[in-house]
């Protein structure tokens, strides 16, 4: 069966649109998808048990994941000397350091370092790289643009953007898949994923062995010796690291850390977060280019330095700390709204709870002033972060940001200014509450749909019949 | 002319707050004995096949390996530790490709790589290799099949160990454990999605 749904997306022109985020009209699609909301519910329980049991192995963790917060709170502290130099290692090391101020920047230098049309690109798996939109702008130049993580490819294939930041396709069903290549590839409908996996993999090796360049993210950069460092589990950031003549490495200026050193914490804290691995299959630590001699590796290093926004959230005391955010997606596989709803609905390439936080301080919050609200406030994102950042207060943070925007509309403000004079006195809470139940026994009894706002409440569940006795009628 | 890297620094200039400090490196509570079989468990979890030999063995196991799995062309670097090998290889029908016969179509075209690792990590069954003329890249990643040899000497505790026991970084420090793999087919478990399907390591003691 093929799930097909359209969800809320930027356009895909390389001008970004500034268009509101809708969250509940976004989560309605998915929650109406009952294939979806299956798969989705089987790969988050997955996920969570995997991680638990990799993180119970590490007795020293809760000591980790603060040594982490605050190497990272260090590090955001001191971003300027530590960017600098980063750029004189990377430099010394024979790469070229890029700096853009934002998105469109970043596009035009990388189209043109990846230079003229008809250039083959290779891309391994980049949030950043999503986040600029780089494949419309290096396709509207004349380069081919393959995605070469095997989720990412499938989505490009599909025209869609992915789903969850580990697991990109995890809205995708095996069926649909197998549709997929079999109509973009002209290959017979396998039918297991192996044999799925083993197409894609011969379809993709010869892109790579053809590739001019190769784009990747960067999960850690190190200032002390220059050393970008790319985490990944398919072996697709190897070879477009390996193979092409260059390499274009795109990270937002908070992923510097300081030392070498500081890679035992964060690579302990990365995998067993992110998938539930003690370590991901490949980890590369690449500082320059290819040196003499060498058979492999690119002639040409550049890494991008790319703000769009941080220097921003930098500046804004109370929101910093969201920079120390290292992409793993744990917060998203515990989160019950994320588990009900996927990354789409949130509108932008950071979903679940990290998303709700970022989107609005990247795109502002008249754009995505809703997403602080696609929250419980559990408070199981905060207690999972392998980096300690408080997700929670983060959104309540932003949510009175959106009140003191938007301001609360009138229903809330009626219903605050009520409760607010029915709570003045032990008298007035007596009286309001024997009214409360009065209204509320023949609400009840009648089945009636409650008036808005409350309508919203009472859409999908009943209203309880109320005891005879307030609670403080029984015990007083 | 301001540049994008003035504007930039700039602004984290302005909003630089009150310092804060770097935190000392934790010791990891890693364990200390036994390094050896630690490694063989947690290598096994991850998929690493491993099998134990010594330096006059190594060439006869690893010719009997490629014999058994029908290994035409073999991609491998050139080391101290693979002498042996390499001239024993010579002698068979194998075709084997050196380091500076590495061209991205003929590795990709080879059926097995040999390669040697730096450090092996108990902790989570990871091999480090390097990186150099003699140690290329693609041999660890093109071939379907990846051999790795390693004295147990060099097996220790944690990523921390590896950190402060290299010495300049080479142009690539690469960290292995088990083969390329992928879930992203509805969560089944998938190995060889880009890199080789089998990791195999010669543990030399």
Redesign the interface.
Known sequence: MVVTTTYDRRPTTVFPMTKRIDFEQNSEKALQNAPLQATLRTAMVRFRALRISAVEEIPDWQALRQHAHDTKAHALAHLDRYLEQLERQVTGAGGVVHWARDADEARNLITRLAGSSGRRVVKSKSMTTEEIELNDALEHAGCEVTETDLGEYLVQLAGERPAHIIAPVVHKSKEAIAALLSEKLGVPRYDDAQELTRVAREALRRKFLEADVGISGVNFAVAETGTIVVVENEGNARLATTLPRMHIAVMGIEKVIPRLADLDVFLTLLPRSATGQRMSSYVSFLTGPRRAGEADGPQELHLVLLDNGRTAIHADSSMRESLACIRCGACLNVCPVFERTAGHAYGSEYSGPIGAVLTPLFEGLDVAGDLPFASSLCGACGEVCPVKIELPRLLLELRSRVVRQRGAPVAERLFVWGWVNAMKSARRLAIAGKVARVVQRFMSAVHLPLPYPFSRWSASRELPTPPAKAFRERTL | MT???D???T?????????????E??R??APRSDLISLFIE?AT??GTEIETSSVERLASTIIDELTRTRVNRVAMWEDRLLTQTRAALRATPLEVLD??D?A??SV?GADAGITIADFA?A????LVLD???AH???TS?LPPVHLAVIPAEHVVA???DV??RTGP????????????????????P?L?????TRVKVYLLT
């Open positions: 540049t994008a890297r504007v930039i620094l602004r984290l200039r302005q909003a630089a707050g009150p310092a804060v400090p770097l935190p490196l934790p990891l509570n947690r979890a991850a380091p500076w590495h991205r179509e990709a990590i902790l989570t069954g990871t990186c150099s003329p290329p890249r693609s990643l944690s990523l921390g950190l402060t970084l080479p142009s690539a420090l690469t960290f292995i454990t088990g083969p390329s793999r992928t879930a992203d087919i509805e969560l089944t998938v060889g999605v880009h890199g080789p």
